[in-house]
Antibody, heavy 114, light 111 residues
Framework: QVNLLQSGAALVKPGASVKLSCKASGYTFTDYYIHWVKQSHGKSLEWIGYINPNSGYTNYNEKFKSKATLTVDKSTNTAYMELSRLTSEDSATYYC???????WGQGVMVTVSS | DVVLTQTPPTLSATIGQSVSISCRSSQSLLHSNGNTYLHWLLQRPGQSPQLLIYLVSRLESGVPNRFSGSGSGTDFTLKISGVEAEDLGVYYCVQGTHAYTFGAGTKLELK
């Protein structure tokens, strides 16, 4: 079955960057897009963008264009999201999910604090 | 940006009761290819969201048939025919016709 395993929680300082990972298994990695979604504490969900693992093509929510960078490593079936110039507004849980929002990672909590 | 308005924000139900959640879009979600990319998710407490319904009314594999979706254009409804304890959590509608946006969620709790 579809399994998306995300990296562990991160505590990062303001102004720094963090790179989150999402390792896929149980299906052909290059056949489905990987989406990233943000959930601030106790709030709803925000779509950050998606990447086509086969071509590397990306599509971002305008709000996150200068914040997030999506990449993949096809050799390890892993998708990455790097978040830059972190502020307290970036503290949240981040999920990866497959095309059609079918199959979600367990989420990773990012805390931005000095 | 497309705004999805979910009502009610909170729903109290007894086990066995049937309930409905509304999701209204600020724009038509009918895509030029004929599909309407409106889906429903459930996020149980402490868990990741999971897909329940896709393309308005198609039941995701493994999801009980007490869940059903309907609607078109800008108005959509999720119905649960006979709430069970495992159904408690937050329900989100999400559209994928114009990029992706999520509704604010409807929390289903026990009365």
């Amino acid at each position: 079955q579809v399994n998306l395993l995300q990296s562990g929680a991160a505590l990062v300082k303001p102004g720094a960057s963090v790179k989150l990972s999402c390792k896929a298994s149980g299906y052909t990695f290059t056949d489905y897009y990987i989406h990233w979604v943000k959930q601030s504490h106790g709030k709803s969900l925000e779509w950050i963008g998606y990447i086509n693992p086969n071509s590397g093509y990306t599509n971002y929510n305008e709000k996150f264009k200068s914040k997030a960078t999506l990449t993949v490593d096809k050799s390890t079936n892993t998708a990455y999201m790097e978040l830059s110039r972190l502020t307290s507004e970036d503290s949240a849980t981040y999920y990866c999910t497959r095309s059609w929002l079918r199959g979600w990672g367990q989420g990773v909590m990012v805390t931005v604090s000095s | 940006d497309v705004v999805l308005t979910q009502t009610p924000p909170t729903l109290s139900a007894t086990i066995g009761q049937s309930v409905s959640i509304s999701c209204r879009s600020s724009q038509s979600l009918l895509h030029s290819n004929g599909n309407t990319y409106l889906h429903w998710l459930l996020q149980r407490p402490g868990q990741s969201p999971q897909l329940l319904i896709y393309l308005v009314s198609r039941l995701e594999s493994g999801v009980p048939n007490r869940f059903s979706g309907s609607g078109s254009g800008t108005d959509f409804t999720l119905k649960i025919s006979g709430v069970e304890a495992e159904d408690l959590g937050v329900y989100y509608c999400v559209q994928g016709t114009h990029a992706y946006t999520f509704g604010a969620g409807t929390k289903l709790e026990l009365k």
